[in-house]
């Protein structure tokens, strides 16, 4: 008796070891990925390509993510399989060699075609793994998974400046090999997925206090969900693709400064990502995701009309408070569709990724014809998109 009472903690707890395992091959995956934005101006002068066409470069990416993701989870929700996490690295690898010795257009695109593929495996089978060893604390469980991600995000422009700058598009190789270590470990995550995972998920899906929400506020909470997403990821492409250009443009700085530039708003998203799940679960996640979006709205507007030595400390307050709201609106989710999680972590980062391509190839548009400046002024007013988290259901109170 003493023996079953010692283990069910154990079972049901926090598995912190599994966690910050996925988390760091978040990093790895997430810094790999950030390396094909990060070498964007060394395409641009090395073929000659317009900023259209390198938004067609970042579509191609995030829509192959996009779409893939959802049918993924949807997937693994119906027929897990643990040992999908380490297979999806090779897509990745395979991505980046493609890249490495890309000089002409259409093998960029069949690169980043093979990056998002990477990404459609790892995004939704990770988030799940994350969901299994959270035990009572899904939302710092979703924010370590997170943070992991977009401290990856944030050193891709770094190892950009420091190895890409110098020694070109040929040095992705190099970065390739992360790959292999992200597959062994994560290997051994499949293992645990397997013998351990697929029960604690089970047995939360059996202890998940009923929301008793109607099918039709479920429906219209999901959709608003996905619409904030839509504002949060349109403005996070305008800085992922295009922030380098602007401050090259705008300030007359160099490729290297500009890339600093990059890495300190990624680095603040991190910092604001580890916030977002635990303070949703102690305070409610709609309070989280109101302040987190709605509250960035004023840094927004003033960043386009900022001097440089301005721009640096605005563009880390809009980091911190815009990256708080996904680990809350992810777990948020996951909550009123109980029992989909595969499914609901595949969409929410799917739609994600959808969006910022879209969004890339649209805003490379508007700087085409209207000037790179243009795309800040523009993309200041989506945050306005997140007053619809007003009409999210407070579900705090009954949990």
């Not at 079953?4 to 598995?15: D, F, H, L, N, Y």
């Not at 390198?54 to 996009?66: D, H």
């Not at 679960?281 to 987190?292: C, N, T, Y």
């Not at 680990?327 to 994600?352: D, H, R, T």
């Amino acid at each position: 008796m003493s023996t079953a009472a010692e283990a069910k903690p154990r079972q049901t707890g926090t598995v912190f070891r599994v966690i910050l395992a996925i988390s760091f091959c978040h990093l790895l995956n997430d810094m790999m990925q950030s390396l094909l934005p990060a070498i964007y101006p060394n395409l641009k002068a090395d073929l000659g390509l317009t900023f259209g066409q390198i938004g067609l470069v970042t579509l191609s990416y995030q829509v192959t993510a996009s779409i893939l993701q959802p049918l993924v989870g949807l997937y693994a929700d119906r027929r897990p399989t643990p040992l999908a996490l380490p297979g999806g690295t090779l897509f990745t690898l395979a991505g980046l060699t493609v890249l490495s010795a890309a000089h002409v257009y259409p093998m960029v695109v069949a690169g980043a075609c093979l990056m998002g593929m990477g990404s459609s495996v790892f995004h939704p089978e990770a988030s799940r793994v994350a969901r299994m060893a959270a035990g009572g604390q899904p939302g710092l469980s979703q924010s370590l998974f997170q943070v992991g991600g977009n401290t990856g995000s944030a050193l891709g422009p770094l190892a950009a400046a420091l190895v890409v700058v110098r020694w070109g598009q040929s040095s992705l190789a190099f970065f390739a090999l992360l790959a292999l270590l992200s597959c062994a470990i994560l290997w051994n995550v499949g293992v645990w997925y397997k013998h351990h995972g697929l029960a604690r998920l089970a047995a939360a899906k059996s202890n998940h206090v009923d929301l008793a929400l109607p099918r039709r506020e479920v429906i219209r909470a999901i959709s608003i969900l996905l619409t904030l997403i839509f504002s949060k990821y349109i403005y996070l492409a305008s800085f992922t693709s295009y922030f380098t250009f602007y401050l090259m443009h705008k300030f007359g700085i160099s490729v290297g400064n500009a890339q600093l530039h990059l890495f300190a708003f990624l680095a603040a998203v991190a910092v604001g990502t580890i916030a977002g799940g635990p303070l949703g679960d102690r305070f409610g996640r709609k309070r989280v995701i109101w302040l987190s979006i709605a509250g960035v709205l004023p840094f927004t507007l003033v960043l386009p009309y900022a001097s440089l030595f301005w721009t640096g400390p605005l563009t880390v307050v809009i980091g911190l408070l815009l990256a708080s709201a996904f680990p809350a609106i992810v777990v948020f989710a996951q909550e009123l569709v109980p029992g989909k999680v595969g499914m609901i972590s595949g969409l929410f980062y799917g739609f994600s990724f959808g969006v910022a391509g879209v969004g890339a190839g649209v805003l490379g548009y508007v700087a085409d014809v209207a000037g790179i400046e243009m795309v800040y002024k523009i993309c200041a007013f989506m945050p306005v998109i997140g007053m619809l988290a007003a009409f999210l259901p407070d579900t705090h109170a009954k949990r």
